[in-house]
């Protein structure tokens, strides 16, 4: 790239989401430039469940989930921890995250998700067709297991709310019936629901990929740069890079995890924190995986990923610069294997991600309050591949000043 550039737009990330924004943007005839210091899909989008969760519409934030705030202290291989050196740091945020939970912010909280749901599944189907990427989709379903007739008892408020939604399901009772979806399941799981209208992709990191081929094809550019500055002018925005200086009419913050080092430059402080993921990947061969499987109660799932398996999910709210604890994967691993008995643990490659939370459950999808020419989209936890596709289509209205179908009110960077 020269040493001095100008563009249209400059979007800030080459994960799910920037690649996503930067292609729907490019088909809206916009000049697009993105940037991104590691590379494309080099973060949590490369290494995820690689799972469209649309069914996945509450919130992490539920009312009474701070009760079980001091077991998380206690069990830092729980499926929801905060390592104690890291309790004080994020004190502010779980504070916002205990107001979420009240009664009168979940139930806002619940019907945003959901909308955003219903878009960025039309939004995934449109981008799908765009470029011709079904062969990257597995579209298998999802079986949700309980271990219990109790567990499953209180799982039944949850799928009240996807019949409210529309959201098709099936629930089955006892073994028998699970194995006619996925065989080789412990009898210890008794009941299951069923959701077949769940997507995956074979692989997170081949998708991530793909779309940004498309988007270089179509003539867009990635470069691999570190943002040193960022700057509102009255034509728009500078910024220094290492790589040089580059003028653009406008800006997308999509860099995940780390966007808040952006905002903070330009003076907009909103509460980002990072749900560590990990997970193992096992070669192809390891276990006849017929749907993506869903251990809700010790928080983690089961995927096809490339003819392979990866078991992974937890939640580690710990930050960018601990080390990892890959004894979190292990535990994941060693639980897939007393699910599974047939599970072949051998050959496994450990991963660790940061998939970038905000309190309430909901992305920032909107412009800078001190700097409308800059927008933002991040914050998706755990739901960044699900929310990309919809994503890109709000920041895309944005940017043309098209009117959103949904109310963005709810995504607003001022919120907190």
Known sequence: MPQDTRTDIVVIGAGIIGISTALELQKRGRQVLVLDREGIGAGASKGNAGAFAFADIVPLATPGIMRKAPKWLLD??????????YALNIAPWMLRFWRASWRDRYGAALSAQAALMDHSRAALERQITDVDGEALMQREGQLQLFESESEFC???????????????????????????????????????????????TVDPARWTSYLAEQFSARGGRIEIAEITELTPTDLGVHLATTIGEVAAGQVVVAAGAWSHQLTKILGDHIPLETERGYNTTLPEGAFDLRTH???????????????????????????????????????????????????????????????????????????????????????????????????????????????????????ASTRF
């Open 76 to 85: 830092p291989l729980g499926p929801l921890s905060v390592p104690p050196s």
């Open 293 to 411: 499987l869903t251990f809700g109660g010790h928080g983690f799932v089961v995927t096809k990923i490339n003819g392979g398996v990866r078991i992974g999910g937890a939640v580690e709210l710990g930050g960018l610069k601990l080390a990892p604890n890959f004894k979190r994967a292990d535990t994941l691993l060693a639980k897939a294997g007393r699910f599974m008995p047939d599970l072949n643990l051998e050959g496994g490659t450990q991963w660790m991600g940061f998939r970038p939370s905000l309190p309430d459950s909901l992305p920032v999808i909107d412009r800078s309050a001190r700097a409308p020419q800059v927008l933002y989209a991040f914050g998706h936890g755990h739901l960044g591949l699900t929310q990309s596709a919809g994503t890109a289509d709000l920041i895309a209205d944005l940017i043309t000043d098209t009117k959103p179908t949904l109310d963005m009110t709810p995504y």
């Open 154 to 200: 209180a799982s039944l408020p949850k799928w009240d709310l996807l019949n409210d939604h529309g959201i098709p399901f099936d629930l089955l009772d006892g073994p028998d019936a699970i194995a006619e979806i996925q065989p080789g399941l412990h009898r210890r799981f008794t009941h299951a629901g069923f959701t077949p209208s769940w997507t995956n």
